[in-house]
C-alpha cells in the first residue's frame, strides 16, 4: 500500500532540493502518494492564504509531510510559515541529528550529537508590540507542559536508541523565571532515567565547548531560540546547512525537513545540496516503519560521499542538484547497507 504524504516544496531552493529528494526516495520501492501544495508568497498568489486550507487539511489526513524550506520576510511581512505550522500541528520536538559523513573532511571529524529543541514557544511565540514609539517588547513564554513534554521526548529518545548523556542549555543565570523553568522541568525528568547521565550548561558557555571539544557532548536539549543558534553552529561541524536534516515531531503528526532556509543566493540554478532534505527523507521512511528503505538511503548517500565524484559545490564538487540524486539513485542498488546498519544507532 503507497504511504499517503504532503509534500510542500517550499520556495527557493525548495523546489530544486525535494524534487531530487523524492525521486531518491520513490527509487527504494517504496510507494508513495503525494500531495503537493505551495505554502508562504506563493501560496498567496494562488489561493490568498500563505497556509491553504487545503494543505492544512491533506496534513490532517496523512499526518506526515516532507517540506523545502520556505522563506520568510525580514522585518516585517507575513510570520514564518514554518513557525505556524509548528504550532498548528503541535510539532513540540524539532528533531536533529549531527553526524559527520563518510569522505566529507572536516576540522571535526567523527561528531555524532543530536539536538532536540523545543518548537512551540520561548521567543518564537511571536508576541511582539511596540510599547511607545522606539520601545518594543516581545514576549518569552515558557511553560511547564511544553518544557516537560520535551523534556520527556530527549529522554525517552536516549533510552530507546542508548545514547549516553543529555544536556538542558539554558540561560537561567540571567532569565531566571523562563529559562529556570525549562531546566528545572528538564532536571525532574532527568531523575526518571537515572542511566542517562545529565549535565545543565548555559548557552554562551556551551557555543565555546562546542567549537572547543564537540565530544563531550552526546545530545543537546534547547528551547526554541537556543536550538535554532546552535543547530547552525553544529551544521558547521559536519560540512555545513547543505547535509543536515531535521523532523518537526508532535503526538499526532509530523513534518520532514532539512535546518537550511531556501538559500535564495543560490535558488533557480540546480546547484543546491539536496543531502539535507534526502537525509529529512530517511527519517520520514522511519517514521513511516520502512527501516530497510531508510537504511538503503543511508548508505547511498554514504557511498556517494565516500566516492566522493558526484558532489555539490558547497562540498567543493561540481555535481548539479540532479546528478548528486541520479549518483544516489544508482548507489541504491549496492547491497553493503545490511551489514553496515547492524552495527550503528545513528539514523542518518
Ligand atoms: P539559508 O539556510 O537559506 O542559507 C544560508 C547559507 O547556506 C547560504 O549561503 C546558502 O546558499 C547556503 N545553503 C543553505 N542550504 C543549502 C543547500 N541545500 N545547498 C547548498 N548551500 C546551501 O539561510 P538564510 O539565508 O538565513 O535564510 C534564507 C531564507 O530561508 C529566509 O527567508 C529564512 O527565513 C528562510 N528559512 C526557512 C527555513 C525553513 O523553511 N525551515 C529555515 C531557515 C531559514
Same mark, same amino acid.
Given at each position: 500500500m503507497a504511504h499517503k504524504v504532503t509534500l510542500i516544496p517550499g520556495d527557493g531552493i525548495g523546489p530544486e532540493v525535494t524534487a531530487a529528494a523524492v525521486r531518491i526516495l520513490e527509487a527504494t520501492g517504496v510507494k508513495f502518494e503525494w500531495e503537493s501544495y505551495a505554502a508562504g508568497a506563493d501560496a498567496y498568489e494562488k489561493y490568498h492564504e500563505y497556509i491553504p486550507k487545503e494543505l492544512t487539511e491533506s496534513v490532517e489526513r496523512t499526518r506526515v509531510a516532507l517540506k523545502g524550506p520556505v522563506t520568510t520576510p525580514i522585518g516585517g511581512g507575513f510570520s514564518s510559515i514554518n513557525v505556524q505550522l509548528r504550532r498548528q500541528f503541535e510539532l513540540f520536538c524539532n528533531f536533529r541529528p549531527i553526524r559527520n559523513l563518510p569522505?566529507?573532511?572536516?576540522?571535526?571529524?567523527g561528531v555524532d550529537l543530536i539536538i532536540i529543541r523545543e518548537n512551540t514557544e520561548g521567543l518564537y511565540s511571536g508576541i511582539e508590540h511596540e510599547v511607545v514609539p522606539g520601545v518594543v517588547e516581545s514576549i518569552k513564554v515558557i511553560t511547564e507542559k511544553a518544557s516537560t513534554r520535551i523534556s520527556r521526548w530527549a529522554f525517552e529518545y536516549a533510552r530507546k536508541f542508548g545514547r549516553k548523556k543529555v544536556h538542558a542549555i539554558h540561560k537561567a543565570n540571567i532569565m531566571k523565571l523562563s529559562d529556570g523553568l525549562f531546566i528545572r522541568c528538564s532536571r525532574n525528568m532527568s531523575k526518571e532515567y537515572p542511566e542517562i547521565s545529565y549535565g545543565e550548561h548555559i548557552v554562551d558557555n556551551t557555543c565555546m565547548q562546542l567549537v572547543t571539544n564537540p565530544y563531550q557532548y552526546d545530545m543537546l536539549l534547547l528551547e526554541n531560540l537556543y536550538g535554532d543558534i546552535v543547530s547552525d553552529l553544529c551544521a558547521a561541524f559536519v560540512g555545513g546547512l547543505g547535509l543536515v536534516p531535521g523532523a518537526n515531531f508532535g503526538h499526532e503528526c509530523a513534518i520532514f525537513e532539512a535546518v $537550511?532556509?531556501?538559500?535564495p543566493d543560490i535558488?533557480?540554478?540546480?546547484?543546491?545540496?539536496p543531502t539535507a532534505v534526502t537525509r529529512s527523507g530517511i527519517l520520514m521512511l522511519r517514521h513511516l516503519g520502512e527501516q530497510d528503505a531508510a537504511n538503503r538511503v543511508k548508505y547511498a548517500v554514504h557511498s556517494v560521499y565516500r566516492e566522493?565524484? $558526484?558532489?555539490t559545490r558547497d562540498m567543493g564538487g561540481e555535481a548539479s542538484t540532479s546528478e548528486f540524486a541520479d549518483a544516489v539513485i544508482e548507489a541504491l542498488q549496492g547491497e553493503v547497507w545490511r551489514e553496515q546498519a547492524e552495527r550503528e544507532t545513528n539514523p542518518v
Amino acid at each position: 500500500m503507497a504511504h499517503k504524504v504532503t509534500l510542500i516544496p517550499g520556495d527557493g531552493i525548495g523546489p530544486e532540493v525535494t524534487a531530487a529528494a523524492v525521486r531518491i526516495l520513490e527509487a527504494t520501492g517504496v510507494k508513495f502518494e503525494w500531495e503537493s501544495y505551495a505554502a508562504g508568497a506563493d501560496a498567496y498568489e494562488k489561493y490568498h492564504e500563505y497556509i491553504p486550507k487545503e494543505l492544512t487539511e491533506s496534513v490532517e489526513r496523512t499526518r506526515v509531510a516532507l517540506k523545502g524550506p520556505v522563506t520568510t520576510p525580514i522585518g516585517g511581512g507575513f510570520s514564518s510559515i514554518n513557525v505556524q505550522l509548528r504550532r498548528q500541528f503541535e510539532l513540540f520536538c524539532n528533531f536533529r541529528p549531527i553526524r559527520n559523513l563518510p569522505g566529507v573532511a572536516t576540522r571535526y571529524p567523527g561528531v555524532d550529537l543530536i539536538i532536540i529543541r523545543e518548537n512551540t514557544e520561548g521567543l518564537y511565540s511571536g508576541i511582539e508590540h511596540e510599547v511607545v514609539p522606539g520601545v518594543v517588547e516581545s514576549i518569552k513564554v515558557i511553560t511547564e507542559k511544553a518544557s516537560t513534554r520535551i523534556s520527556r521526548w530527549a529522554f525517552e529518545y536516549a533510552r530507546k536508541f542508548g545514547r549516553k548523556k543529555v544536556h538542558a542549555i539554558h540561560k537561567a543565570n540571567i532569565m531566571k523565571l523562563s529559562d529556570g523553568l525549562f531546566i528545572r522541568c528538564s532536571r525532574n525528568m532527568s531523575k526518571e532515567y537515572p542511566e542517562i547521565s545529565y549535565g545543565e550548561h548555559i548557552v554562551d558557555n556551551t557555543c565555546m565547548q562546542l567549537v572547543t571539544n564537540p565530544y563531550q557532548y552526546d545530545m543537546l536539549l534547547l528551547e526554541n531560540l537556543y536550538g535554532d543558534i546552535v543547530s547552525d553552529l553544529c551544521a558547521a561541524f559536519v560540512g555545513g546547512l547543505g547535509l543536515v536534516p531535521g523532523a518537526n515531531f508532535g503526538h499526532e503528526c509530523a513534518i520532514f525537513e532539512a535546518v $537550511h532556509g531556501s538559500a535564495p543566493d543560490i535558488a533557480g540554478r540546480g546547484i543546491a545540496n539536496p543531502t539535507a532534505v534526502t537525509r529529512s527523507g530517511i527519517l520520514m521512511l522511519r517514521h513511516l516503519g520502512e527501516q530497510d528503505a531508510a537504511n538503503r538511503v543511508k548508505y547511498a548517500v554514504h557511498s556517494v560521499y565516500r566516492e566522493g565524484k $558526484h558532489i555539490t559545490r558547497d562540498m567543493g564538487g561540481e555535481a548539479s542538484t540532479s546528478e548528486f540524486a541520479d549518483a544516489v539513485i544508482e548507489a541504491l542498488q549496492g547491497e553493503v547497507w545490511r551489514e553496515q546498519a547492524e552495527r550503528e544507532t545513528n539514523p542518518v
